[in-house]
């Protein structure tokens, strides 16, 4: 190949890479507007339903700031439930969810959805950590509510389009808190996209935390994305002071996959901060740690429980089960939600411009093929 081909195939090469560019972008817009007309939303971001930390504040302040709330019900009763969505309902005029784990409410599940269909005074989102029985999706449906469903599994994802979800949330290992599956998030992405016959809005969990890691969720297939760790240091989170400073404090490798919390929660790993409970060599004596509020009354905190360290918590509180994603390093300070949520949307728009302009850069940059004009007098 001649100098001048070699010359024409490289500025060739780099406007098609600019146009490739431009049309992602494009296409990563046209999946983040899916998104967030799945949830009733402006931004495709799901604020993760964490239990004891994600109370009616913290999920109306992050409706209020234009992603999706989620207050957490985790072992509420009826009574606490209601109350928890009423709280929330007072808080914000905007759409929120709601958060159910069905493997740990298994008989309060019923109650919860009793309290939720009874209290709601607009469409919410009810989302669900796993695959939730049939007649509770189809109970969801037919009031008129969204259902998301988390997984960690292509196999999952496609299940819950069985039990009719209006979209499903896949989380990676990257996620703090208990896993859903074994693999690493941009596998499961990858799955899904190839799938023809899956085409459900699909929100990615696991390490996002910038604006620039939900650019890169959309561009590998999500259509938004799940965040917990982003928010358990927010002002109007239920952490305990402890638990936000040492997250504020942390690295990805200050993080660990661990079954050392399995108390209340068995037979599920989960993503926390190092503690001298993950690092022994061998599981600690069981012991009582700490005190904490469950449902109005306290209750003692075993070495090994899968509680979390909220406000209330007295004790040995970096013995607990403070749950942790690779994002963690995007958490900086105590701050409020919408003030998290409008950083991370300047970050998104920076990422998105800086791409198509380093793009466009390489295509004004090559070398003009043979005969072409330059670039300044086109």
């Not at 817009?29 to 009616?56: H, K, N, R, S, T």
Request: proline letters at 6%.
């Amino acid at each position: 190949m001649s100098a001048a081909d070699a010359d024409a195939a490289l500025a060739g090469a780099a406007a098609l890479a600019g146009a490739a560019v431009d049309a992602a972008l494009t296409a990563v817009d046209a999946a983040a507007a899916v998104g967030a007309a799945a949830l009733g939303v402006e931004l495709p971001l799901v604020q993760a339903g964490m239990g004891g930390i994600a109370g009616p504040e913290l999920a109306a302040a992050v409706s209020e700031a234009g992603a999706l709330g989620t207050v957490a019900l985790y072992k509420s009763d009826r009574a606490l439930a209601a109350a928890l969505v009423e709280r929330t309902a007072a808080r914000t005029t905007r759409t929120f969810g709601v958060n159910v784990i069905p493997e740990v409410a298994d008989r309060l599940l019923d109650e919860q959805l009793d309290a939720v269909l009874d209290r709601a005074d607009r469409q919410l989102t009810v989302n669900s950590y796993g695959l939730p029985p049939r007649p509770f999706a189809e109970r969801v449906r037919a009031a008129g509510h969204r259902l998301l469903v988390q997984t960690g599994s292509h196999h999952d994802a496609r299940t819950a389009a069985g039990l009719g979800a209006h979209a499903v949330t896949v989380q990676g290992t990257e996620a703090g808190g208990h896993h859903l599956g074994e693999r690493p998030l941009a596998d499961l992405l990858a799955e899904l996209r190839a799938d023809p016959g899956f085409d459900l809005p699909v929100f990615a969990a696991g390490a996002v935390g910038t604006g620039a890691d939900l650019l890169r969720v959309l561009a590998a297939g999500a259509n938004g994305a799940m965040c917990g760790t982003l928010f358990v240091a927010a002002a109007e989170s239920a952490a305990h002071p402890d638990y936000r400073r040492d997250l504020i404090a942390a690295g990805p490798a200050d993080t660990v996959i661990t079954d050392r919390f399995s108390i209340g929660w068995p037979g599920r790993t989960h993503r926390v901060l190092r503690s001298a409970v993950t690092e022994a060599p061998a599981p600690l004596p069981s012991a009582l740690i700490a005190w904490t509020t469950v449902m109005g009354s306290r209750r003692p905190v075993p070495r090994g429980s899968a509680a979390a360290p909220t406000a209330e918590a007295e004790g040995r509180v970096g013995e607990m089960a403070r749950y942790a994603g690779l994002g963690c390093g995007a958490v900086t300070a105590v701050e409020p939600a919408a003030a998290i949520l409008a950083r991370l949307r300047e970050q998104y728009a920076r990422a998105r411009d800086a791409t198509r302009d380093a793009a466009r850069d390489a295509a004004q940059d090559a070398p003009p093929g043979p005969g072409a004009a330059p670039v300044a007098a086109r």
